[in-house]
């Protein structure tokens, strides 16, 4: 019976984070790139699920150029590990390759997390890996590149699914530092 009870807290558990999330999702606005619409980012944790990592975001300029920036001290402990900055995206083209990413950061690797309209439970997600330097850079990322978090996803990313994107800070504990100038789809 005590296995019982808390299998379904477990179950509760999970449905109030997935809500949290559908919720925080409705809330968020269109992006095609980030330049001029830095401010439609939104900061998480994984404070949502007990997790201890700590951060925050903040919209800079530079040179005219406004960036987003997320720092913070990630860490694993309590079952935790990320800390994000993500954004709404619609109205894709089913034709698109991939994503680009004008970033800097403190020489970390970072990923960039996908939801579609597939991924409706809060741990499913599309993710890839890229490396940061202290100078702005390029990065191309083909959706082919990225890793489903589950079996149960779709094994390609359908462009014009694509709900959100994250660009996170995960699975280690790091000190996190990384400014995105801009992101686009192509």
């Given amino acids: 019976m005590l296995r019982f009870l808390k299998i379904q807290i477990y179950i509760g558990f999970f449905l109030c984070v997935g809500l949290f999330v559908v919720i925080s999702y409705a809330k968020g606005q269109e ?52 800390i994000q900055i993500r954004s709404s995206v619609s109205k894709l083209a089913k034709d698109l390759n991939g994503l680009e990413l004008v970033v800097r950061g403190n020489g970390q690797n970072y990923f960039v997390f996908l939801r579609t309209s597939g991924t409706v439970l809060p741990w499913q997600y599309y993710k890839a890996k890229f490396q940061t ?20 996803l779709r094994k390609t990313i359908v462009p014009d699914s694509i709900k959100s994107i994250g660009i996170v800070a995960f699975g280690r504990n790091h000190k996190a530092l990384i400014d995105v100038k801009e992101v686009t789809f192509f």
């Avoid at 699920?49 to 920036?69: F, I, V």
């Avoid at 390029?138 to 589950?150: G, H, L, N, Y």
């Fill in 133 to 152: 330097n202290s100078d702005w850079n390029t990065v191309q990322i083909r959706f082919s590149d990225f890793d489903r978090s589950s079996a149960w």
């Fill in 31 to 82: 992006m095609d790139t980030i330049e001029g619409d830095a401010a439609s980012w939104q900061y998480f944790s994984d404070q949502v699920m007990g997790g201890k990592s700590t951060g925050n975001s903040k919209l800079l300029t530079e040179g005219g150029s406004s960036y987003r920036r997320l720092e913070g001290i990630v860490t694993t402990e309590n079952n935790g590990g990320f």
